[in-house]
């Protein structure tokens, strides 16, 4: 979401490193480029020009550090204060200290509130609670349905509102209440109605629910795609009814990103949580300070590598090890690896992580299709064991028989050998430089 905007950004600091020091007239070109930028990402105005202005005062006003160049103090006081602009420290989800916790998503219709309770309901899960889903959408049609297949799904209990017991609103909220204690879930997530505008009936009604339910969140759910438009409304919803936190979703998605940069400046809430894609685990915890580094090309290896521990096996991964020590890597192991990456989500998600200067700079802008690594996979399965554990035998009628039962070209299948051979070969050099810095 943020790839133009990091793009701009960067231009404003490889035009900063350039400068010998820093000057009015210096900085002034910087920051003009950076509004731009931020401008162009639909960001709100009166933010930008905050920023701005925070960003002039520190950069012209403080004493440069010994150890690092004007134009590193000027980076680092822009990814302070970017970060401040996401809502500084990650802010955890709230839980009530006397069970049963309630949290309430309310939003507009169609910025995914009712998929984002099933997520949700998955993440605190992960964590060890039992969450009960209930959806207090009566108007909708099918809206209790949906939430209802989405629990049903990943496991997890659903409350059903039907239109009698809805006869009472506040006899059926309580009687929620008292059904959730007694049966020991925790938290309550209720899905809320929305509608696709902001008007008087939807407040009132969200009103009533909280004061009967006494909520400890009430999240506003955004979709990012929808830029200040998602701005205008959580600032309405927090206005008329109150909100605690934000959850925006879509930022796997090819907006420009002003939403995520403007939503807790203009509300006073933070972002907990983001929804990176469709499935019930593309919820992410939101971290302000990771998200400023990737949007200024410093990357964010920390979540990386949490996303790593998430998905690895440690006895399979230590085995991994041992065998690229001991130069016993297969064809096997390489589609076991393939698999595991693929958990992690798609490829050019994680070099998305990387920074995109020094080192990782080209792997960072790597365009991958994805769709590849499932061919290669595909391949491989389509060799015998002993293909696998030893390439070498692959003649011609073999490589076409492979290519044949994978669907894929004979091509893509030498592409596939030719690179695990390379692989091979650098792990065999690896070795035998280890092994010479051992005898020098």
Known sequence: MFDQLSERLERMMKFLRGEVKVTDKNMAEALKMMRLAFLEADVNYKVVRDFEARI????????????????QQVIKIVRDELAGILGGQQKPLLFSSRPPTVIMLVGLQGSGK??????????????????????FDLKRPAAQEQLKTIA????????????????????????????????????????????????????????????????????????????????RSAQAFEEKIGLTSVILTKLDGDARGGAALSIVAVTGRPIKFIGVGEKPDKLEVFHPERMASRILGMGDILTLVEKAQGEADVAEAEEMARKLRKQEFTLED?????????????????????????????????????RKIAHFAAIIDSMTAEERENPKVLNGSRRARIARGSGRPVSEVNQLVRQFQEMQKMMKRSAVQKLLCGLK
């Not at 984002?116 to 009960?132: D, E, N, Q, Y």
């Open 56 to 71: 002039k005062e520190k950069a012209l006003g403080e004493e440069v550090l010994r150890s690092l160049s004007p134009a």
């Open 114 to 135: 009712t998929t984002t309770c099933g997520k949700l309901a998955r993440w605190v899960a992960g964590i060890g609670k039992s969450p009960l889903l209930v959806s």
């Open 152 to 231: 049903s799904s990943l496991g997890f209990p659903f409350y059903e509102m039907t239109s009698a017991r809805m006869a009472s609103a506040k006899e059926a909220l309580k009687e929620l209440l008292v059904h959730t204690a007694n049966r020991g879930f925790d938290p309550l997530i209720v899905d809320t109605a929305g509608r696709l505008h902001v008007d008087d009936d939807l407040m009132e009604e969200l009103r009533l629910v909280r004061a009967i339910l006494e909520p400890t969140e009430v999240i506003y759910v955004g979709d990012a795609m929808t830029g200040q438009d998602a701005v």
């Open 334 to 370: 390489f589609k076991k690896q393939i698999v595991q990456m693929k958990k992690m989500g798609s490829l050019s998600d994680l070099l998305g992580h990387l920074p995109q200067v020094g080192p990782f700079k080209n792997l960072a802008k790597a365009q991958v299709d994805d």
